[in-house]
């Protein structure tokens, strides 16, 4: 069990780094950070299908237009790195995130109609410049993996829990 969290258009490093500290039970593993002027993002990591460093988040394209940060399992990953392979698509790491993060570049948004398993994610892409920079919050069709957000000041903030959002600073603790 990973965690993820994040602040996107109002980016808050600070507060990401707390959200994390907050998951460290999610994932004593190992601990990653990503940010820019539009995107702030972390995860606390549980290594279990690639426990090597190349499994360590936030996972880039290889351009790093593309970022991921990812707590799931994809049961159908060996079966759609397979196919993406056959399409000229080429791996470095044996992390299901990987292959989530290829399926999104080759399928857009229609990806997550190939995922089969319990997931939480987020994926920024600025491929297409700046100003049009995008963030993609997805959960698994059951829910199982849990993905909460919220408004705040012009920009959003996401984590795998409620007690990491809190411990943003950046939510009132009312009901």
Known sequence: MCGIAGTFLRPNVGAVRQMVAAMRHRGPDDRGLYHDDVVAFGQARLAIIDTSEGGHQPMATVDGLVQIIYNGELYNHRAERSHLESRGHRFITASDTEVVLKLY????????ERLRGIFALAIYDKRDGPGNEKLLLARDHFGVKPLLYADVAGGVVFASELK?????????RRV
């Open 105 to 112: 570049e080759e399928y857009g948004t229609l990806f997550l």
């Open 164 to 172: 990491a959002i809190l411990a943003s600073g950046l939510i009132a």
